[in-house]
Antibody
Framework: QVQLQESGPGLVKPSETLSLTCSVSGGSISNYYWSWIRQPPGKGLEWIGYIYYSGSTSYNPSLKSRVTISVDTSKNQFSLKLRSVTAADTAVYFC??????????????????WGQGTLVTVSS | SSELTQDPTVSVALGQTVRITCQGDSLRTYYATWYQQKPGQAPVLVIYGKNNRPSGIPDRFSGSSSGNTASLTITGAQAEDEADYYCDSRDSSGNHLVFGGGTKLTVL
C-alpha cells in the first residue's frame, strides 16, 4: 500500500531555511496533488500548500512569501522549503496525498493519506 | 482566526449520538472534509464529499451539510472515538484550503 514518510532536520536555527522531503512508496506520485500541513504543539492543523505532480502549486496566503514546494517525479518525492523561520514555525509537519473526486457538477479534494509527521523545532 | 469555526470541546455518553459542527461561508459552496486525530498520531480521513467514508471507517460515522454548516455525526459513540476532529474545505476565495480549529471529543 502507498505510504508517505517525511524526512529532514529536526532542529533549525532562527532566520534559516526549514527543508523537508516527503518520500512516496508503494505507488506513483503521478496524477495526485501532494500537500504539506503543520501542527504547532498543542494546536490545530494549518495548511501550508500543495503541488500537483506536474508542478503547479498553491500556497497558504499567510505563508506564501516564505514557502516553496517542489516535486521530483523521478525520485517519487516532493519537498518543502520554508525560509526565514522563527519560533512560531515550530510544529509537527505532515505530508499528505490529496485526491480529487469530480461529480457531474463539481470537483472536490480531500487528504486521504498522511505521513506520520515530523517535529521541527526552531531554536538557536 | 480560521474561516471555519468548530466548537473546541464536545462530550457524549458512551453509545449515544453526537454531532460535531463546522461553520463557514465557504461551506455554502464547497464540501467539508472530516479527519480524526488521536494523540501523537497523524490525522485520518473519516468523511469526504457529500457523505463518503473511506474503507475501514465504521458506518457510525456520517456527514451532512445545511447552509453554512457541515456536520459530522457519530451514531453510537464508542470509547475509541475519543479524539480531536478537524474539518477542512476551500476558503471563501475558493483558491486555498483552510482547516477548522478542531473539536476535542470526550466519550463519557
Amino acid at each position: 500500500q502507498v505510504q508517505l514518510q517525511e524526512s529532514g532536520p529536526g532542529l533549525v536555527k532562527p532566520s534559516e531555511t526549514l527543508s523537508l522531503t516527503c518520500s512516496v512508496s508503494g505507488g506513483s506520485i503521478s496524477n495526485y496533488y501532494w500537500s504539506w500541513i503543520r501542527q504547532p504543539p498543542g494546536k490545530g492543523l494549518e495548511w501550508i500548500g500543495y503541488i500537483y505532480y506536474s508542478g503547479s502549486t498553491s500556497y497558504n496566503p499567510s505563508l506564501k512569501s516564505r514557502v516553496t514546494i517542489s516535486v521530483d517525479t523521478s525520485k517519487n518525492q516532493f519537498s518543502l522549503k520554508l525560509r526565514s523561520v522563527t519560533a512560531a514555525d515550530t510544529a509537527v509537519y505532515f505530508c499528505a496525498r490529496t485526491s480529487v473526486h469530480c461529480t457531474t457538477t463539481s470537483c472536490y479534494t480531500f487528504r486521504d493519506l498522511w505521513g506520520q509527521g515530523t517535529l521541527v523545532t526552531v531554536s538557536s | 482566526s480560521s474561516e471555519l469555526t468548530q466548537d473546541p470541546t464536545v462530550s457524549v455518553a458512551l453509545g449515544q449520538t453526537v454531532r460535531i459542527t463546522c461553520q463557514g461561508d465557504s461551506l455554502r459552496t464547497y464540501y467539508a472534509t472530516w479527519y480524526q486525530q488521536k494523540p501523537g498520531q497523524a490525522p485520518v480521513l473519516v468523511i469526504y464529499g457529500k457523505n463518503n467514508r473511506p474503507s475501514g471507517i465504521p458506518d457510525r460515522f456520517s456527514g451532512s451539510s445545511s447552509g453554512n454548516t457541515a456536520s459530522l455525526t457519530i451514531t453510537g459513540a464508542q470509547a475509541e472515538d475519543e479524539a480531536d476532529y478537524y474539518c477542512d474545505s476551500r476558503d471563501s476565495s475558493g483558491n486555498h484550503l483552510v482547516f477548522g480549529g478542531g473539536t476535542k471529543l470526550t466519550v463519557l
